[in-house]
């Protein structure tokens, strides 16, 4: 059984899906410490002026000297992001062929009130995963699970909790698993190769490192043709 493991990230790019529709299991990691200017809380849209960063902001004073975990960071909402997001993502892309088709389901979410960040990013990424066509993979939360240890040894734990089989992972992973400690444990590996075509995109030349909504703005239902191999 296929197991990926990875932090919670706001509308993550098209390589976190290619990994959510290969696993039977997804594991958001969503008890381990958050980390300031990572994908956690941001990512990065498409507009005739360049990137633009959509960041929702948190309560973030100490959070990574309390070490505090993704799952209890808050959202701040004593801003108006939700309002601005959406209307950075009408502004940038109300033109693209597919956008209309997503107007409900954002629009949805972006009139929520979630105290708690990963509750927020991680409903969406599953919607997300659905249009995208993915049915099948199961999704948890490390936070369920109460895994100790630190770094591969926590890995571990929570794939054998899981019952899987095999691992998929990034490819900076390399610098911290340790191998010989899931082939231990009956769990063979396997590496990401992000390597995707290019498709349409409103404003050229392409760019590869966006949010995963501009790919299903501007293909839709075809959007999976540019993730699966």
Known sequence: MNCVILQPSYIPWRGYFDQISRADVFVFYDDVQYGKHGWRNRNQIKTAQGRQWLTIPVHSSGVVEKSIPINQVEIDWSITWNKSHWKALTFAY??????????????????????????????????????????????????????????????????????ATHYISGPSAKDYIENDKLASAGITLEYM????????????????????????????????RYIAK
């Not at 919607?127 to 099948?136: K, M, N, P, Q, S």
């Not at 392409?206 to 995963?212: K, V």
């Open 94 to 163: 109300g033109h693209a062929p597919f956008f209309r088709n997503f107007v409900p389901l954002l629009e949805s979410f972006y009139q929520r009130h979630d105290v708690f960040l990963a509750d927020f990013t991680i409903d969406l990424t599953i919607a997300l995963a659905r249009e995208l066509g993915v049915r099948d993979t199961r999704f948890i939360r490390s936070s369920e699970m109460e895994a100790t240890g630190q770094k591969t040894d926590r890995l571990v734990q929570i794939m054998v909790r899981v019952g």
């Open 193 to 224: 190769d992000y390597n995707y075509p290019e498709y349409p995109q409103l404003h050229p030349p392409f760019d590869p490192n966006l949010s995963i909504l501009d790919l299903l703005f501007m293909a839709g239902p075809d959007a999976m």
